[in-house]
């Protein structure tokens, strides 16, 4: 049976999309993967939280999905700063194919720092305002 190429682009672009839900761990390493179960169980989680805790502020209630995101980002970059002949030797040892990664995944990093580094400074500045005002601003 002929094995599947993965490509790193793909990847990349999965964990910046729908990382939260653990897509590109399916992606990457099929269903067993326990880490892409844990990303996908944080979405439910954050449900039951909704309805079970219903006056608590989002960032409470949303916590798990919130945290499998910013873990989520992180998993970007590390997809995304492999280089291609490392890439090719974990994820495709025998496909018989190169990666070649091109400016699309430069492209998509900064936008992963733009959007982990402003998830992060939203989480901690919500987390304060809570902690310290009692969530007196907002």
């Known amino acids: ?5 993965k490509n790193k682009t ?3 672009l999965l964990s910046f999309l729908l990382g ?12 067993r993967d326990r880490w892409g179960w844990l990303h996908f169980a944080s979405l439910p989680a954050s449900a039951a939280l909704l309805l079970a805790l219903p ?12 945290l499998s995101a910013l873990v989520a980002s992180i998993e970007t970059f590390v997809i995304g700063l492999m280089p291609d002949e490392k890439w090719d030797a974990t994820y495709n040892p025998d496909s018989g194919m190169k990666s070649d990664s091109r400016w699309f995944v430069a492209a ?3 936008a992963n720092l733009f959007y982990g580094a402003t998830l992060l400074l939203t989480v901690i500045a ?10 007196a601003y907002g």
């Open 1 to 5: 049976m002929p094995v599947r190429h």
């Open 10 to 12: 793909l990847a990349a």
């Open 20 to 31: 939260a839900i653990g897509l590109h761990r399916f992606y990457l390493t099929g269903l």
């Open 55 to 66: 006056g608590q502020p989002l960032l409470v209630t949303a916590s798990p999905l919130v």
């Open 108 to 110: 998509l990093m900064v």
């Open 126 to 135: 919500r987390a304060f305002d809570l902690w310290l005002t009692g969530g």
